[in-house]
Nanobody, 118 residues
């Protein structure tokens, strides 16, 4: 049974940083592409970043530079470092595994909430 468990969210002030983590189990973590998505209140879910099994990364907002996705296959863990947090980054952040296409994934976690105050 595939399981993805996110952690690391919280309430921070604008300009702060967070590192989100996602631990995967029930599948061969190192073999799958992984991704981070977010969903703000009243909006649809959008991709933030993805990383292939070989470590190649893609970011939805290439100009931002505030997000860094990484993975530690030895720990079955996916990370998302977010720097310079803005109020508009407030959202539920989801981990995903098993990419069917660039931003379409098979498996999803339950999410971790990030709230940024100004």
């Amino acid at each position: 049974q595939v399981r993805l468990v996110e952690s690391g969210g919280g309430s921070v002030q604008a300009g702060g940083s967070l590192r989100l983590s996602c631990v995967g189990s029930g599948f061969r973590f190192s073999h799958l592409a992984m991704g981070w998505f977010r969903q703000a209140p009243g909006q649809g879910r959008e991709g933030v970043a993805r990383i292939t099994s070989s470590g190649d990364t893609t970011y939805r907002d290439r100009s931002s530079g505030r997000f860094t996705i990484s993975r530690d296959d030895a720990k079955n863990t996916l990370y998302l470092q977010i720097n310079g947090l803005k109020p508009e980054d407030t959202a539920m952040y989801y981990c995903a595994a098993g990419s069917r296409s660039l931003w379409d994934f098979n498996y999803w976690g339950q999410g971790t909430q990030v709230t940024v105050s100004s």
